[in-house]
């Protein structure tokens, strides 16, 4: 066979595709933290991302940079032939243990933010009721069960149903644990937060529920994360987080509005 | 050792085109396996870019939502089972018989059966286009209820995809037998070609886990058209257990996906760095052990279903990471200390490391639990999908073709056309595929078909849709050089590469009984041997 040396302007473009990429990864991985979540679960799980993310970039500039090293430095020079090296058993067993270390340090460090997210759930927190629908939500308030310190303005449940024109506003209080339990009754949703950095399916004939605490007050965009049919794709809703006390003037212009007992507020609102 | 009497009519020649039909030869079955799924890989190809259109900018109108479904869903179901599972077995059908130094396959005719039942059952899959309701609509893992809801398309796809699993069943079957039986004096299991012993690993899980979908599938079946129920919470069934039994078959099927194609760059990586496969019983190994611990990691793709018990699963998903470490070391180790030249074969062989690499690595950010409850479902792991099955599989099918093409048809590749062909199709599938993982981070879910300009994500689907674009441009260059090929004689030596395995011992392409005499084999690479018959070097 001919010889091949490596032409300058093909180590030039193995060089350059190396640095896009190392770059690329880089600004994608940076992007990522920009929201960070916004519940004492999402800092968890965002710590946790960071680990990963470190592990994965020195796994992959190691391995990177070996290869392309590799690719320069032994590039064919002449027909002779180089040491027919098989490999050897201790090689070998350094082969099976660097991963064996990785994967069992990365594994014991999810599993510890796994106990400490399950930690957090409640029993008395505000429990909302969600249940997904083909194509939107609907969310409900158990008068009985909106949290520690609210006095029920009234009997009943108080919901708030969507369209896949009019995304329904889910409105939760601030700074307290916030249970979801999930209902389907016709196909499998997905209940995906993205500023929660965390989603749990709906399925008939199953309850699933999670506890959140957000930290943060605003409207975050949200929509359904699992394949549910033709408009799976406007199955979108918003997460209002707000202040207890925001939340319990909304609660009774609904309780006053839908179980018509609300005497505290005036029906005028927006 | 086996050989087929093939009985001649002397002075009949059938035509050509009947040649084809009634042929039992392997080779000529490996030929029309990879026609076929080429040809659906191109299908596949064209429903990928009507997504990306759909995708590129917010808001889009271009297709409707329900066509939506149905072209995502059988640009899947195209690319999984009508092209990647059975391209292997167009390379195996090939390549095994030839490297095992064979004249055929174990059961030639239940090989051309093999083969047959895959255009019925592509051609009955997309049929569903033009029946009422559309082609099959609930994504290629058709999960149940939402399976149960749409049209006569999906029964059209659930018997394709019973009819292609039996296909791979019964490939499965023949690759074992010809493998365990049909080796040349001297080739003892250790010996073996390595994409032998990626194949025989493949077989093994077709054969255990394909009968597991058919299973499944099976019972969706009758939940549709008889009123079965079990899948179905109001008759006491369970929604959950279908992705249970869809996963048990589907996890193993990522490994069908890709083993092969780990195997196709190990026969190659070995060749252009003038060395043997560093490890090789490592890597047997680890093949061999990705192949059963792939049999325990299923519900890692249910992790959001709350019914999962979540350390099982998160750990031996992690522990999957093991071998493949261990793959990646034996390729490392083959270049280092090499010759390394850099044909076009060559080229796509990196690609696949480097690629994979990637793809392995985003695989773990799924596999730590908590991190996979915010990128289950999004576009991150579509990012992870297609590094394992385009930068991995789809990048070995094309160094294999380049590879193998002296050898099959008798003639080289362009090797400049082949350079452009390789530069293209990394750069698109970087652009294409890198930006995914920053929109599934941002909080983009998969299988949408359209989202809000407010969302903030159409700058990064532009960008993907543009790479996207320049994925089927990469394609330019490969056909003119296959039709420049073709245009030309014949004129390929046995071996044009000095490589090591059995199948360069033959002219290219080889006769109907494939070898007139077989060198001796005493190492896992017998032609190598040959070359350097004074010993030197091992
Ligand atoms: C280190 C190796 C790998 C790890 C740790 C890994 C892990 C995972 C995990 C945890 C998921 C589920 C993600 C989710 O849906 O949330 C996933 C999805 C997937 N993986 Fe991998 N993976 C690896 C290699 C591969 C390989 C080699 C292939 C195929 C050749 C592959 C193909 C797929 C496919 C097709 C899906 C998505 C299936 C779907 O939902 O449609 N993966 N992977
Ligand atoms: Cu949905
Ligand atoms: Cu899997």
Redesign the pocket.
Known sequence: MRRVPLPRRLRLFFATGVAAMLALAATGTASAIQPGGITDEARLMNELFWIVTIAGLAVFVLVGAALVYAMIRYRRQGDELPPQFHGGAKIEAAMVGVPVVIVIALFTISMITLVQIDDKAEDDALTIEVTGFQFSWQFAYNMDDLGTNTDAAAEGTIAIIGTPQNDPVLVMPVDEPVEFLLKSNDVIHSFYVKDFLYKLDLIPGRENSFTVTARETGDFSAQCAELCGTNHALMRFVVRVVERDEFDAWVAEEAARQLGTGTRVSASGQ | MASVAVPQLSGYQRPAVLDWIMTVDHKKLGILYLYFTLFFFAVGGILALLVRTQLAVADNSFVGNDAYNQIFTMH?SAM?FLF?IPVWAGFGNYLVPLQIGAADMAFPRINALSFWMLPPAGLLMFAGFIVDGGAADG???AYSPLAQQTGVGMDMWIIAVIVLGMSSTIGAANFLVTMFRMRAPGMTMFRMPIFCWTMLVTALLQLLATPVLAAALVMLFIDRNYGGQFFDPNGGGNVVLWQNVFWFY??P???????P?MGIVSEILPVFSRKPLFGYKAFVFATIG?GGLGFS?WA?????TGSVLLPFFGFM??M??VP??VKIFNWLGTLWGGSISFPTPMLFALGFVSM?LI?????????AVPV?FA????Y???A??HY??FG??VFAVFGGLYYWFPKIWGRKLNERLGKLHFVLMFVGFNVAFFPMHMLGLDGMP?RIAVYADSAGWEALNMLSTGGAFLIAVSMIPFLIAVVMAFMRPKDQPDDPWEANTLEWATTSPPPDYNFDSLPPVRSERPLFDARHSNGEGH
């Open positions: 899947a999984l990647i994504g290629w893992t589907s996890h099927a990522v490994y069908i996906m890709i083993l194609g990705i990691v890692h793709h249910m992790f959001t998903t992690f999957i990471g493949t470490g994979f793809g392995g690595i985003n695989g773990t950010y799924s596999a996979d990128l289950h479902d999004t991150f792991v579509v992870h999908i394992v099955l991995g599989s998969r």
